[in-house]
Each structure stands twice: as C-alpha cells, then as structure tokens.
C-alpha cells in the first residue's frame, strides 16, 4: 500500500481517509471475529464439545440465584446469599435479628 503524504492532503480528503479507514476497521473486527469463532470452535471440537454446550454449562449464562433470605418489613426485598449485603439486611442484624430469622 502507497504511503500518503497526510500534510499535503487536503481537510476533505482526509475525511475521507478517515471514513474509508473506519469502513476497513469494521470490515478488519468482522474478519477478525469469523477467524476466532473458527478457532474457538475447532479447539472445542478437539475435547469433543460444541460451543453451545460450554456456553451452557457456564456459571455466568444469565442465572439469576435464587433468594435465601427475605425482610420481614418489605418481603419484596430479597437477597440470594451472593453479593454485598443489601442494607435491609444489616439493620435487621444491628437491630438483634438473627440470620436464621430472615431466611425464606
């Protein structure tokens, strides 16, 4: 490819540079993303699974735990046991209440 003197051109031809390199970035992601889908694909394949399966049998596939505790006050509010404490959670502690006591 010729090398372009970008100090001669002028301010329309260099958007239009610019444009004609955005168009080829997005072509480059799109080969690039075929190509490792391909491999990805051919290294699942060499332990004898399909993407699909791996991606189901991943942890972070968009389950949502399911709540262990509730507050009593509001029992709409919910916590899972995961995470930070949700602060329903803490002043029912510092209040006296026992873990135990807002299980569902």
Do not use: C
């Amino acid at each position: 490819m010729a090398e372009k003197n970008l100090e001669n051109m002028s301010r329309k031809q260099l958007l239009e540079l610019r444009d004609q390199v955005e168009r080829a970035l997005i072509d480059a992601e799109k080969r690039e993303r075929k190509e490792a889908l391909k491999a990805a694909e051919k290294a699942a394949a060499e332990f004898g699974f399909s993407l699909s399966e791996l991606a189901k049998d991943h942890p972070a596939s968009g389950k949502v735990a399911k709540a262990k505790y509730k507050n009593p006050a509001d029992p709409k509010q919910t916590w899972s046991g995961r995470g930070r404490k949700p602060q329903w959670l803490h002043d029912a502690l510092k209040s006296g209440a026992d873990i135990s006591d807002l299980e569902i």
